[in-house]
């Protein structure tokens, strides 16, 4: 694998990133440095969001047109959701765990999120347990397609539900609740880590076509 | 008002942010080779 010019800018841009949020953001006067975490957390939220989304659209569209492309691009993108959501499952209790006391409660946003990454867990064990393409492809779409749903429910949790976790502070239809100095941070995490999501998604497509050609030449 | 001293669990958030990315990358790269 190569590093394309995508992934030279998708790469640049985390790094860039990092070191405006290091050394260029100011520190919060409540929270410390653990809020810091935030450029990480909620970008990498919102990737796995988009990749599960991008799941639905294509496992529907496979359903509907059989076409193999959508089914690749499905499975790429459910396994790169599945790494963003490791990471903000992980990062949510290690910024938990200073300010609210606890690495882990068991509230609807926090228990949703644990269940989505268990249904793409799931989604990638069925895809290696089905050797039958068309069949997999079909169960596969499906599962894709049911985890999904969760994705608004979760967005929404936090208004729906009493919970310690806060309510969004750029995704929602007022204007942000920060500085300018922080929000232009946050603005720029999310920009990279969907950049780092194109590029990851483009190389495990690539990876996929690979490894169909390889089934193919196997049969 | 003192701010608390909270850089312990941010400097383990980045570090796991790099060895999860990092070695995502590195595992597309071992299968693809």
């Known amino acids: 694998m190569k590093l394309s010019k995508l992934g030279f800018v998708a ?4 790094v860039a990133v990092y070191i405006r949020v290091i050394y260029f953001t100011p520190m919060d006067a409540l929270q410390g440095a653990a809020q810091k975490i935030l450029y990480l957390h909620a970008p990498s939220a919102w990737v796995a969001f988009l990749a599960f989304g991008l799941v639905a659209v294509t496992s529907a569209l496979y359903l509907w047109l059989k076409d193999p492309t959508l089914d690749r691009v499905a499975a790429s993108s459910a396994e790169v959701g599945l790494v963003f959501t490791t990471m903000f499952l992980t990062t949510g209790p290690l910024w938990a765990r200073p300010i609210w006391g606890t690495f882990w409660t068991w509230d609807a946003r926090l228990t949703l999120s ?3 990454w268990f249904i793409y867990a799931g989604y990638i064990i069925l895809r290696g347990a089905i050797d039958d393409r068309e069949m997999r492809a079909r169960y596969s779409a499906v599962l894709g397609i049911m985890g999904a749903i969760l994705v608004p429910f979760i967005h929404l949790s936090v208004y729906m539900f009493r919970t310690l976790h806060p309510m969004p502070v750029l995704l929602k239809p007022s204007a942000p609740s920060m500085p300018p100095e922080m929000t232009t ?15 990851l998604l483009r ?9 169909d050609l390889r089934e193919e030449t196997l049969r | 008002m ?24 590195a595992s597309i790269w071992w299968r693809r080779r």
């Not at chain 1, 790469?11 to 985390?14: D, P």
């Not at chain 1, 941070?185 to 590029?199: E, K, P, R």
């Open chain 1, 11 to 14: 790469v640049l841009a985390v």
């Open chain 1, 114 to 116: 644990l269940f989505l």
């Open chain 1, 185 to 199: 941070t946050l603005v720029s995490s999310f920009v990279a880590f969907t950049l780092l999501y194109v590029w």
């Open chain 1, 203 to 211: 190389e495990r497509y690539q990876l996929a076509v690979e490894h």
């Open chain 2, 2 to 25: 003192t701010v608390p001293d909270t850089a312990y669990w941010y400097h383990l958030a980045y570090g796991v942010s790099v060895v999860l990315y990092g070695g995502y990358i």
